[in-house]
T-cell receptor, first 113, second 111 residues
């Protein structure tokens, strides 16, 4: 039972490079989320999606873009990476948003040098 | 703006003790409150979800309470074990259906 799978697990980027993080879920969930986690802080929502073809901004969307072309996949893109984007990124999904528990991937540790 | 605070930031106790982790939030207009566990280098695992209309939820040795009016939740762990060592995160679902997170309590259970 895969649940929520994130790829890659680790990545080092140079400032200005671009990359895409992939999140895949096999639970037929409508809601998907991208968070970042920084030391000493709670998780912060970057973008989220309430269904295939929809996306919305979260608390810290600047510098990131997302796409939800297929229900099971939620992609997070960094067009021009900056050192401030060094963080651990988590993807999550849930069935009915507020009323149900969220399931998380194992995280992607991104370092921008 | 909703803010979630977890105290203490770190806690170390001997095995077998009962313990309480605290979570407070500033805006009582929430849909639910969730407790998660995070192990080093791994993702988050949902432990308990308390709907805003509920007062508590139990799962095995874990019991979570919610007092919405005072903006507080506690996670009670009975008969702690070394395997309970992890970071425990609290999150509230706000009126915009977004999870607002505390910074977590790092728990160490000493054998």
């Amino acid at each position: 039972n895969a649940g929520v799978t994130q790829t890659p697990k680790f990545r080092v980027l140079k400032t200005g490079q671009s990359m895409t993080l992939l999140c895949a879920q096999d639970m037929n969930h409508e809601y998907m989320y991208w968070y970042r986690q920084d030391p000493g802080m709670g998780l912060r929502l970057i973008h989220y999606s309430v269904g295939e073809g929809t996306t919305a901004k979260g608390e810290v969307p600047d510098g990131y873009n997302v796409s939800r072309l297929k229900k099971q996949n939620f992609l997070l893109g960094l067009e021009s990476a900056a050192p401030s984007q060094t963080s651990v990124y988590f993807c999550a999904s849930s069935y009915l948003g507020a009323r149900t528990e969220a399931f998380f991937g194992q995280g992607t540790r991104l370092t921008v040098v | 703006k909703q803010e979630v605070t977890q105290i203490p930031a770190a806690l170390s106790v001997p095995e077998g003790e009962n313990l309480v982790l605290n979570c407070s939030f500033t805006d009582s207009a929430i849909y639910n409150l969730q407790w998660f566990r995070q192990d080093p280098g791994k993702g988050l695992t949902s432990l308990l979800l308390i709907q805003s209309s509920q007062r508590e939820q139990t799962s095995g040795r874990l019991n979570a309470s919610l007092d919405k009016s005072s903006g507080r939740s506690t996670l009670y762990i009975a008969a702690s074990q070394p395997g309970d060592s992890a970071t425990y995160l609290c999150a509230v679902m706000d009126s915009n259906y977004q999870l607002i997170w505390g910074a977590g309590t790092k728990l160490i259970i000493k054998p």
